[in-house]
């Protein structure tokens, strides 16, 4: 069973336009739920995180939307830019009690110049 | 060299051979993890060791063995492996398991090892 939905799998947008993944969840336990970018042939790196008590944090151009009652949260990347073509995944953690990343599948993020 | 390193980057190796993969991490972090990745699948946590003792074993078939004989180091050998073993392995540290002083631990990975079993 997967524990974290992520869509969509690819994402073509054009440079300054808005990118949107949405990632869903059903473990209300959960209670971080960071982003990670992977560039090719590198790890994955965390971009930008939230906890459950604010419904949105942004970070320059990485805003994440959290919505605790449908179990959903969101990626936004504003002005998207060349640089921020990568595969970037979502994840969910109950860090306060047991800590262990649950991952989405991946979107892949391809943005034209 | 800092961060989490991993060595070797590339590895092909066939279905009877012996094999171990390196981690190591320069960030004085005390939880070590071992993630497969393959296409088009979400990352798979495999091991997790925590103060060098083993805390996760994520039903991973006995032909992968791991071994952290010190929290700075990580390895994972390799026998008698498939072919849809082939991925990339990645290996990752954090602080601590669960949150410390009440924010999160940071998972930091290493770059992996592409792992290719003829």
């Known amino acids: 069973q997967q524990q974290v939905k992520q869509s969509p799998q690819s994402l073509i947008v054009q440079k300054g336009g808005i990118s949107i993944i949405n990632c869903a969840y059903e473990?209300?336990?959960?209670?971080?739920f960071p982003w990670y970018q992977q560039f090719p042939g590198k790890g994955p790196a965390l971009l930008i995180a939230i906890r459950p008590d604010v419904s949105e944090k942004k970070e320059g151009r990485f805003t994440i939307s959290f919505n605790k009652s449908a179990k959903q949260f969101s990626l936004h990347i504003m002005d998207s830019q060349p640089g921020d073509s990568a595969t970037y995944f979502c994840?969910?953690?109950?860090?306060?009690?047991?800590?262990?990343?649950?991952f989405g599948r991946g979107t892949q993020l391809t943005v034209w110049p | 060299e800092t961060g989490v390193t991993q060595t070797p980057r590339h590895l092909v190796m066939g279905m009877t051979n012996k094999k171990s993969l390196k981690c190591e991490q320069h960030?004085?972090?005390?939880?070590m993890y071992w993630y497969k990745q393959s296409a088009k699948k979400p990352l798979e946590l495999m091991f997790v060791y925590n103060f060098k003792e083993q805390t996760e074993n994520n039903s991973v078939p006995s032909r992968f063995s791991p071994e952290c004989p010190n929290s700075s180091h990580l390895f994972l050998h390799l026998h008698t492996l498939q072919p849809e073993d082939s991925a990339l392995y990645l290996c990752a540290s954090s602080q601590g398991l669960t949150f410390t002083g009440g924010k999160p631990n940071e998972q930091f990975f290493g770059p992996g090892t592409r792992l290719t079993v003829l």
């Open positions: 960030l004085g972090h005390n939880a």
């Open positions: 473990n209300t336990a959960f209670d971080y």
């Open positions: 994840a969910a953690d109950r860090g306060s009690t047991l800590g262990r990343l649950y």
